[in-house]
C-alpha cells in the first residue's frame, strides 16, 4: 500500500529527525506509537506531503509523491493533531474549498457533516471554535473524496465519545467495503478506537520499527 525508500527528513538547521531506509506497510490500519517529540507527526506530515524531505515515497506501487505530485495528493488525506484554520473562514468555505479539490462525490460533504456534528457551526467563524470543534472539521476534510490512505494524527484529542464512535465506526465502514487504509497516532487508549491494527510501529530516536 504505502512504500518508503532512503527517506531522510532533516531540519533547516540540519538536524535529522527521521531516516528510513526502508518501510512498507500493508492495506490496513497501522498504530504509530511514540512520545512527545518522537517523530510521528513529523512523518505524518512528510507522507501526506507537507514537508520537503530526502528518499522515496510511493502509494499502490503507482503513485510516486514527487513525480506525481496533484495524483499522489488527491488520494492522501491528512488530519492534523492541532489544527489550526484562518480565523474568518467558516467550515462551509473550507469543505467547499477541499471538497472541490478532492473531489468529493456528491452528498458526501452533508453526510460527514451531519455524522461529525459540523453542521451545528457550519456558517461560523473558526476563530471562534473550541478545540473540539476544530478536531471535528479537521476529520472532515480527512474523510473527503476517495481516498486510498489516511492519516489521522491523534483523532480521540478533544473528541466527544458520541462523536469519537461515529467516527471509527466510519472509518471500519471504509475500510470494509473501499479498501480505504488508515495510519494513526494516539496517546490514548488504543483499544477505545474497537478498530482491528494490521501493524503497530514504535517511532523514536529518528527510526521507525515494528513491534511484537
Not at 492495506?27 to 522515496?56: C, D, E, M, W
Not at 510516486?64 to 499522489?72: F, G, K, L
Not at 488525506?77 to 489550526?84: R, S
Not at 487504509?181 to 521507525?208: A, Y
Amino acid at each position: 500500500m504505502l512504500h518508503v525508500s532512503d527517506l531522510t527528513k532533516a531540519y533547516s538547521n540540519g538536524h535529522v529527525v527521521l531516516t528510513i531506509p526502508a518501510l512498507t506497510l500493508s492495506p490496513g490500519i497501522h498504530y504509530f506509537r511514540g512520545g512527545n517529540g518522537s517523530g510521528k507527526t513529523t512523518f505524518f506530515r512528510t507522507v501526506a506531503g507537507l514537508l520537503p524531505f530526502s528518499g522515496q515515497i510511493s502509494l499502490e506501487d503507482r503513485y510516486e509523491i514527487s513525480r506525481d505530485p496533484v495524483a499522489y495528493r488527491l488520494r492522501v488525506n491528512y488530519a492534523e493533531a492541532e489544527p489550526l484554520y484562518p480565523s474568518f473562514l467558516t467550515p462551509r468555505d473550507l469543505v467547499g474549498f477541499v471538497g472541490q479539490a478532492k473531489k468529493a462525490p456528491v452528498g458526501q460533504v452533508d453526510a460527514l457533516a451531519e455524522t461529525l456534528g459540523v453542521t451545528t457551526f457550519w456558517t461560523q467563524p473558526t476563530g471562534q471554535f473550541s478545540s473540539g470543534m476544530l478536531k471535528k472539521l479537521s476529520l472532515l476534510l480527512a474523510l473527503l473524496g476517495t481516498p486510498r490512505l489516511v492519516l489521522l494524527d491523534e483523532p480521540l484529542t478533544t473528541l466527544d465519545v458520541a462523536t469519537a464512535a461515529k467516527l471509527f465506526a466510519y472509518i471500519r465502514q471504509l475500510r470494509t467495503e473501499q479498501d480505504v487504509s488508515f495510519l494513526l497516532t494516539s496517546h490514548q487508549d488504543i483499544s477505545l478506537t474497537g478498530l482491528l491494527l494490521t501493524g503497530v510501529w514504535q517511532v523514536g530516536n529518528g527510526v521507525i520499527t515494528p513491534t511484537t
